[in-house]
């Protein structure tokens, strides 16, 4: 078969950008080729997102307009990907028939068979009469359903998803200048907070080896990686059970006094056969030392023992950021959402942190971030004043805020009627991101004059602005390409047009704040051979969310 052309488009977080990645290495290696332009593909593939009902409106209006495109383009292949498929199920299939295959989350492996079975089906079909091709569904259908998690042990001891993670393309060959990557440790998460669609459509929490893990990073750093994200939708919670293979909630977590394996004050606790989150940290700054930059998301504030803290201490390249939801400021609130903590729990979690890692005085202060709910059922403005109150006292330094939005199959959208209005839940909204903004500046503000380690990530939004090149949202890191900018086009334009005597880029320092400093371009040193490095800087002012600094 001639090489088909794929568009595909990530709706969501870290975890689906990583699975797209994953899904367009596979395919690459199967011979298909990717595009930027989803009017010439030949396949069309949305990775969608099920956590608010606005991410999924989105994805049915791109599929509205794939409704067109089919008349002309019969043997089009259109695909659902991701946590809107499973949680969808079939149904999507027959009010959307221009949907020709789905795959949820937890069966990617299966795409590349699937795809390939939906090309030859419509590929005949157009042949044959292109009028029921446009009309009809290849129906290429993979989706977990329940099944798996009512026989998540075993299902977890034989993971196939895992070959779609070791099955990473990762070739110093076709290295192109990448320096950032996610690497999956979890998948899946058993929490069940009612608002939360994820553990019904990524399925039970499963964990990976930490050996995979390990050569997987590894792999990452002989092309030239130094920043590694881990990821997991309750990170923290990782725990690899060597003889068992596998572990589900329920386990005792570690917790304070417990000593990671690499300390000096283990205790028997420690469980030789256990690798904990502070092990595997401990594990890939030791055993991969070419990261310079270690981070994981997202923690959840239950079971992070002081081990962890200990290691991120102690561990100098381990990032002394940590994403760590609360939701609500309100114990009522936390009740019916299932969190599982109290807020003075969570308010010891973050002292506890502090504690171990804020230090400023050596250019690494610790910074926080967290999600908000706004607007959950029954929420009074007591509850929402405290939570202004959580904002102000745990300090993020950035934070984001979400209205709640009912999805279906959630325990509070069958049990608990969405009675807050949406003004209010707007309302109440704006005024935490204006309490935030201003939590946020005063905490840039801070940093004036302290001196840090920045990773350089690339042009500052303003460079690429100046010279009319793209720029992905986020992080200026150079991220994932499918179906996006190529990073070479990133890499080659930066050392062009350099007229100026300097170029302005971005970086992060360790707690994840953003940078912008301003390189010489007479130097020996072109802009582009900063990427990927660790440089020092003062911080010479601060706007908002953004620091201005100067090499030192
Ligand atoms: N409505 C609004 N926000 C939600 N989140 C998860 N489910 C919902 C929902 N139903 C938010 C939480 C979570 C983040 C990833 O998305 O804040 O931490
Ligand atoms: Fe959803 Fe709660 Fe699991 Fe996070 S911890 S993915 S909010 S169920």
Redo the contacts with the bound molecule.
């Keep these: 078969m001639a090489s088909k052309s794929v568009y595909l488009e990530t709706f969501g977080c870290q975890m689906n950008e990583l699975d797209s990645e994953l899904v367009a290495g596979a395919l690459t290696g199967l011979g298909y080729r990717f595009t930027t332009a989803a009017d010439d593909a030949d396949i069309v593939l949305y990775n969608t997102c099920s956590v608010r009902e606005r991410a999924e409106q989105k994805v049915w209006s791109r599929l509205g307009e794939m409704k067109h495109r089919k008349n002309d383009q019969p043997d089009l292949v259109v695909g659902v990907l991701g946590c809107m498929a499973e949680r969808d199920g079939k149904d999507l299939i027959s009010r959307m028939p221009v949907v020709d295959l789905m795959c949820g989350p937890a069966e990617l492996d299966k795409l590349p068979e699937l795809l390939d079975n939906a090309v030859r089906t419509k590929a005949s079909l157009a042949e044959s009469d292109p009028q029921v091709a446009i009309r009809r569904s290849a129906k290429q259908v993979a989706l977990q359903g329940n099944a798996s998690r009512r026989s998540s042990t075993l299902s977890a001891a034989g993971d196939s998803l895992e070959s779609l993670d070791l099955g990473r393309m990762i070739s110093p060959v076709d290295f192109d200048g990448r320096r950032s990557a996610y690497v999956r440790i979890t998948r899946g ?1 058993n ?3 009612t608002y ?1 669609v ?2 019904h459509t990524r399925g039970a929490e499963i964990h990976r080896p930490p050996e995979h893990i390990i050569d997987e990073i590894k792999a990452l750093a002989d092309t030239g990686v130094v920043e590694i994200t881990l990821l997991g ?2 990170v923290n919670h990782y725990r690899f059970e060597h003889d068992s293979a596998v572990t589900l909630d329920g386990v005792v977590q570690p917790q304070k006094g417990r000593a990671y394996k690499g300390s000096h004050n283990r205790d028997s606790f420690a469980g030789e056969n256990t690798t904990t989150f502070a092990d595997l940290l401990y594990r890939i700054h030791e055993e991969v030392p070419a990261i310079q930059r270690l981070r994981f998301v997202t923690s ?1 504030p239950r079971d992070f023992g002081d081990d962890v803290l200990q290691v991120i201490r102690d561990c100098s390249r381990i990032c002394r950021f940590i994403h760590v939801p609360a939701q609500t400021g309100s114990d009522r609130m936390l009740k019916m959402m299932n969190r599982g903590h109290t807020i003075s729990e969570y308010y010891e979690f973050i002292d506890r942190c502090n504690e171990y890692l804020h230090q400023p005085e050596i250019g690494r202060p610790l910074m926080l971030g967290g999600d908000i709910i706004v607007g959950f059922p029954t929420e009074t403005e007591e509850d929402h004043e405290l939570t202004k109150e959580l904002l102000i006292r745990s300090k993020y330094k950035n934070c984001f805020i979400f209205k709640y939005s009912p999805r279906p199959g959630t325990v509070a959208y069958d049990k608990i009627p969405d009675d807050i209005p949406d003004e209010i839940k707007r309302r109440r909204n704006n005024e935490l991101l204006d309490l935030q903004t201003d939590i946020s500046d005063t905490i840039a503000q801070e940093q004036v004059g302290g001196e840090f380690d920045i990773f350089v990530e690339g042009l500052s939004r303003r460079e690429h602005r100046k010279r009319g090149t793209e720029v992905k949202p986020g992080s200026g890191m150079v991220g994932i390409t499918i179906g996006g900018a190529d990073p070479n086009a990133t890499l080659a334009v930066l050392d062009q047009d350099i007229s100026e005597p300097t170029v302005q880029m971005s970086g992060r320092t360790d707690g994840d704040l953003i940078v912008f400093f301003d390189v010489p371009t007479d130097a020996v040193k072109l802009p582009s051979e900063y990427i990927g490095q660790i440089v020092r800087a003062k911080i010479t002012s601060a706007d908002k969310l953004t620091l201005s600094g100067e090499l030192i």
């Design positions: 998460c929490k069940f907070c939360c994820v553990p939708q309750t959840y």
